[in-house]
T-cell receptor
Framework: GQQLNQSPQSMFIQEGEDVSMNCTSS?????WLWYKQEPGEGPVLLIA?????ELTSNGRLTAQFGITRKDSFLNISASIPSDVGIYFC???????????FGAGTRLTVKP | DAGITQSPRHKVTETGTPVTLRCHQT?????MYWYRQDPGHGLRLIHY???????DKGEVSDGYSVSRSKTEDFLLTLESATSSQTSVYFC????????????FGPGTRLLVL
């Protein structure tokens, strides 16, 4: 099936630093979504992107839908300890129920 | 928090035994989904439902069946569990067909020995 390549796999950063992660694919997606998952919980939606070139913010989080529709990135500014978790990208193909997830980026923030 | 519960939260079973996982919602959402989460693969869709008695296969449906006899409950059955089905299983619900309105349950950790 269509693969989403998410990088980096893990990040160890100091509190206050900015973070950037991205997802790429050889397939074209209609929607890009970014989720955060904490231990023992299900993923929680952070940002949804609907059209190529769209740039959307949610507090300290900013995500963009790539112009080619094959990639997306997520930035977190001024990281804080509660940003710790696993961040997943997901891309929605033509069929509304056909969504593919990246393998995740594990973020550790050192105080 | 969206009203989604999964049961059991943890289960250990043996190869060849049947296993049923339950997802229960109190939101009256039409769409329900079952995913599995494995290291290196993110989440993969197993089956989904778009209404009572209406279900369809996802990306990794082999070895799984589902049933939805009531709006609030979506059951995932492993007829004969295999070790490759060891995983964390997440249920999700959605008000709309577009999945950006999707909420996930807390997950069920299944170990097949």
């Amino acid at each position: 099936g269509q693969q989403l390549n998410q990088s980096p796999q893990s990040m160890f950063i100091q509190e206050g630093e900015d973070v950037s992660m991205n997802c790429t694919s050889s397939s074209i997606f209609n929607t890009w979504l970014w989720y955060k998952q904490e231990p023992g919980e299900g993923p929680v939606l952070l940002i949804a992107l609907y059209k190529a070139g769209e740039l959307t913010s949610n507090g300290r989080l900013t995500a963009q839908f790539g112009i080619t529709r094959k990639d997306s990135f997520l930035n977190i500014s001024a990281s804080i300890p509660s940003d710790v978790g696993i961040y997943f990208c997901a891309g929605q193909l033509g069929n509304n129920n056909d969504m593919r997830f990246g393998a995740g980026t594990r973020l550790t923030v050192k105080p | 928090d969206a009203g989604i519960t999964q049961s059991p939260r943890h289960k250990v079973t043996e190869t060849g035994t049947p296993v049923t996982l339950r997802c229960h919602q109190t939101e009256n959402h039409r769409y329900m989904y079952w995913y599995r989460q494995d290291p290196g693969h993110g989440l993969r869709l197993i089956h989904y439902s778009y209404g009572v008695k209406d279900t369809d296969k996802g990306e990794v449906s082999d070895g799984y069946s589902v049933s939805r006899s009531k709006t609030e409950d979506f059951l995932l059955t492993l007829e004969s569990a295999t070790s490759s089905q060891t995983s964390v299983y997440f249920c999700a619900i959605s008000l709309l067909a577009t999945q950006e309105t999707q909420y996930f349950g807390p997950g069920t950790r299944l170990l097949v020995l």
